[in-house]
Structures are given as structure tokens and as C-alpha cells.
């Protein structure tokens, strides 16, 4: 069986909210940028060649969507919109300390490199997949990806001697949970 | 399907700082875990009914 157009607009509508999050940071305006996002793509069905790679044709026109958008007005993001409905579960504090730290963290990074990682971590895209996606070359998606990877870490796990005290904290506790997971005794 | 590892495209150096116990490999089960956390909500929020019907009223046409 086929599947029409529309429906493979509709089955790909939760990764271009991923997706539209990672770029924007908002929600809000994650839901600005995926409707239209949609608009344009049903503008543009003609244009799209059955069987070919559908996913990556609306990952695109969504990320030119919001290059385009940035272009028009500046980023007028709130850098802490992202993740506060997960910080409200019942994990540990701790583990929320954390992943407020790790969301916090997610933000400062650039948008092409925060929505690399999110497709390939979140999303269990390929580079290549990526690639397409995001109209770049393979290695360019995998920089991205390694970057963004590597500045997390920097932060998160960074130097505990020059990290301020609300930091150090998250990173001694991410110190230890990762020793925990690793087997070994956190020497922080 | 092709799962990439996330510290390629170069080896990674032994960079480690002293007291940096964790390996590279707890870091990114950590962040693959939190990443899903943050972000697996928002997938699978309801599609706002006026996003559906927009699609549904252009398959009309």
C-alpha cells in the first residue's frame, strides 16, 4: 500500500516538533514553526517526487522555514523555555539538578549544532540521514554532531576549580552518577 | 539502521583531566537518556486539531 502525501505529513509531525523545538528553543514558537512549516509543504507537494527520501524534503523545508524567519526578525527565544515540563517528574533532585543543567546547556549551543544532536541522539538518524536533512555534506553533519557532543561535555564535566558553586555542584553530581554507571569511586 | 557513534569523525585524544573519572561511553548513555527526557514529551503531545485540519482540508482539494 501506498502511503499518500498527507499521511506522511501527518506520521512525521512529532520529529518536526523535535526538531522545531531544537532550532527554537520555544515552544511557542516551536508550534509557529512546524504549522508553517506544513503550510509551505503542502504549497510545495508538487514539487516532492514520490519515493524519494520524504523525511529528509520536510526536515528541510522546516529548517529553511526558520532560517528564513530568523532573517526577518531577530531570535527573540526564551533561553530557558525548553525542557521545564520535564524538570517536574519524579526523579531525583539530583537527576533534575542535572538535566536543568543539561537543558541549559542544550540552549547554548548553536542552533545547527543543538538540532545535529537531537536527530541523531533523539531521533536515531544516520549522519547521512542528517546530512540530508539539513542540506550539508556527510562531515558536516558529523562535526556537528562531535561538536556539539564535546562542548557538552566541556560544560557539564568541565573544570570543577573554576566552575561557579551552582555548577560545580551539578557537575560533582554528574561526576558521581556517571562513576556509579561506570563502576568506579567519583574522585570529584 | 546506521547507528553513528557520536565521537567520531576523530579519535578522541586522552584528554582527561585529573579526578575525571567517568568514561566517554557513561557520558553519552547519560546524555542520550536526558536528551530523550527533555525532547520525548514533545513528540508525543496531541497534534493540535487545527495543525490536523489544515492537512485534512488540503487532501480534499
Known amino acids: 500500500m501506498t502511503t499518500s502525501f498527507h499521511d506522511q505529513v501527518i506520521s512525521i509531525l512529532p520529529k518536526l516538533r523535535v526538531q522545531a523545538l531544537a532550532l527554537t528553543r520555544n515552544r511557542a514558537a516551536a508550534e509557529d514553526l512546524v504549522q508553517d512549516a506544513v503550510c509551505n509543504a503542502l504549497s510545495a507537494q508538487a514539487t516532492f517526487i514520490p519515493g524519494t527520501n520524504f523525511p529528509a524534503w520536510m ?13 526577518k526578525r531577530r531570535d527573540t527565544t526564551d533561553i530557558d523555555d525548553v525542557p521545564q515540563s520535564v524538570f517536574a517528574t519524579d526523579a531525583a533532585h539530583e537527576d533534575r539538578l542535572a538535566l536543568k543543567e543539561l537543558g541549559a546547556a542544550m540552549n547554548r549551543l548553536p542552533a545547527d549544532q543543538r538540532e545535529a544532536l537531537v536527530m541523531v541522539v533523539v531521533h536515531g538518524m544516520s549522519y547521512e540521514a542528517l546530512a540530508q536533512a539539513t542540506g550539508c555534506a556527510v562531515g558536516t553533519a558529523k562535526s556537528r ?36 554507571a561506570t563502576g568506579k569511586t567519583a574522585s570529584v | 539502521m546506521k547507528h ?58
Do not use: C
Not at chain 1, 526536515?59 to 532573517?71: D, E, P
Not at chain 1, 555542584?169 to 552518577?177: E, H, N, S, V, W
Not at chain 2, 565521537?7 to 536528551?35: C, H, I, M, Q, V
Open chain 1, 59 to 71: 526536515h528541510r523545508i522546516l529548517r529553511n522555514r526558520f532560517i528564513s524567519n530568523l532573517r
Open chain 2, 4 to 61: 553513528p557513534d557520536m565521537n567520531d569523525p576523530k579519535p578522541k585524544k586522552a584528554t582527561k583531566r585529573p579526578g575525571e573519572s567517568a568514561k566517554p561511553e557513561a557520558f553519552d548513555l547519560w546524555l542520550k537518556r536526558g536528551l530523550h527526557q527533555i525532547y520525548d514529551g514533545v513528540a508525543k503531545e496531541p497534534i493540535p486539531d487545527e495543525l490536523l485540519k489544515l492537512i485534512e482540508d488540503d487532501r480534499k482539494k
Open chain 1, 145 to 180: 554532531v562531535f561538536r556539539a557532543r564535546r562542548q557538552l561535555e566541556a560544560w557539564l564535566l568541565g573544570d570543577t576549580a573554576t566552575a561557579k558553586p551552582a555548577q560545580r555542584l551539578t557537575q560533582d553530581l554528574l561526576k558521581a552518577r556517571l562513576a556509579d
